[in-house]
């Protein structure tokens, strides 16, 4: 992670920046369903989850798309630019304390990001290797599906 306490980032097209007021997340996952494939069209969406109370949109307003399909029955709130398309960052009333930053839409975020969690392994695309995921606090998970909601954050 960066050494000062801040992380930027924000769409392609620039009119949607947000600013994270943290030293770190609360892990790095990489998602395999299929809604963050279809969201994306890509075959994974790598994001950092982030304490909610620490995010804040600096500049633009972003679209939201309401995803419905999800196990847990409560809504995953997309929220991506309109005009470039690029998704940003995902929350949900399920775990209402934090929020998902697509590791893609930060500032430098190649200079630190290593994921610590992968989900939805069950449906991983099948050419995809099995990925080397950092140690955090000296485990490493994997889950079939989403992650246990028990987790307090």
């Not at 392609?12 to 990489?30: A, F, H, P, Q, W």
């Not at 309109?82 to 190649?110: H, K, M, R, W």
Request: charged share 20%; hydrophobic share 25%.
């Amino acid at each position: 992670m960066p050494e000062k306490n801040t992380l930027e980032g924000g769409c392609l097209c620039g009119k949607i920046r947000y600013r994270l007021t943290v030293d770190e997340s609360i892990y790095n996952v990489m998602c395999h369903c299929f809604n963050c494939k279809k969201s994306s069209g890509t075959h994974m969406v790598n994001s950092s989850i982030f304490p909610k109370q620490h995010f804040a949109l600096t500049s633009g307003t972003p679209k939201t798309f309401q995803d419905m399909d999800t196990d847990s029955g409560q809504p995953l709130y997309r929220h991506f630019c309109g005009d470039c398309g690029s998704p940003t960052y995902i929350t949900t009333p399920a775990v209402e304390a934090i929020v998902a930053v697509l590791s893609g839409t930060l500032d430098n975020g190649t200079d630190w990001w290593k994921p610590n969690k992968e989900q939805y392994i069950e449906t991983k695309s099948h050419w995809l290797p099995d990925l080397a995921v950092s140690k955090k606090d000296g485990v490493v998970e994997r889950h079939p599906r989403g992650p246990l909601r028990e987790q307090s954050y």
